[in-house]
């Protein structure tokens, strides 16, 4: 079975501190994600990587930057938290796209709070 | 540009009822159409994946239909348990050189013992 770890679930950060999410996935998976979901918005991708040192924004990205420097691990830096920024973060790993399309799977989320 | 509904919000049915949630999308010309279920507080686990070709998929006591031409998608499940009780969603890909998804919002399922 696929496992995408993200390895905080809880994290608590002040405004203005720079914040590391970290997700590693142990399918040698090309494609990594992350999104964001808030209740009444659904999910957003914010930044997604086809390969190492390669990375694409999504649909929010602004405010997010993203590190990709070994294939099986995949990192969301907020540069300066904001409170708006409070959400459920969700990393997300897949084949590429070649072939019959590979399906999503997800870590169990890291909920981050900012005040 | 895509959009996915998924109708109602929230279902609350009695443990042992088959039930049908649904997804809708506006832009037939997707790659496939996957659904997710996703317990409270945790990440999204793929259920059924249905390629844009097929017309269903099956997995266990769930059923996933897909008919591109309504934009419509249905996922079955037969003989419902308390366990069965999350939020599910739907998600498509628009085409095969895409690596965006579009999700709907889901629907709320709880399973009444």
């Known amino acids: 079975d696929v496992k995408v770890t993200q390895s905080s679930r809880y994290l608590v950060k002040r405004t203005g501190e720079k914040v590391f999410l970290e997700c590693v996935q142990d399918?040698?998976?090309?494609?990594m994600f992350w999104y964001r979901q808030d209740p009444g918005l659904g999910l957003r991708l914010i930044y997604f990587?086809?390969?190492?040192?390669?990375?694409e924004k999504g649909d929010i990205p602004e405010g997010y930057s993203v590190s990709r420097e070994k294939k099986e691990r995949f990192s969301l830096i907020l540069e300066s938290a904001s409170t708006n920024q409070t959400s459920m973060y969700l990393c997300?790993?897949?084949?590429?796209?070649?072939?019959?399309?590979?399906?999503?799977?997800f870590g169990n989320g890291t909920r981050l709070t900012v005040t | 540009k895509q959009e996915v509904t998924q109708i109602p919000a929230a279902l609350s049915v009695p443990e042992g009822e088959n039930l049908v949630l649904n997804c809708s999308f506006t832009?037939?010309?997707?790659?496939?159409l996957q659904w997710f279920r996703q317990d409270p507080g945790k990440g999204l686990t793929s259920l059924l994946l249905?390629?844009?070709?097929?017309r269903e998929q099956t997995s266990g006591r769930l059923n996933a239909s897909l008919d591109k031409s309504s934009g419509r998608s249905t996922l079955y499940i037969a003989a419902s348990q308390p366990g069965d009780s999350a939020t599910y969603l739907c998600?498509?890909?628009?085409?095969?050189?895409?690596?965006?998804?579009?999700f709907g919002k889901g629907t709320k399922l709880s399973v009444i013992p």
């Open positions: 399918m040698d998976h090309e494609n």
């Open positions: 997300a790993s897949s084949l590429p796209l070649t072939g019959l399309g590979s399906p999503l799977h």
């Open positions: 990587s086809y390969d190492v040192k390669m990375k």
């Open positions: 998600a498509v890909k628009p085409g095969a050189g895409s690596y965006q998804l579009t």
């Open positions: 249905i390629q844009s070709s097929q």
């Open positions: 832009d037939s010309a997707i790659y496939n």
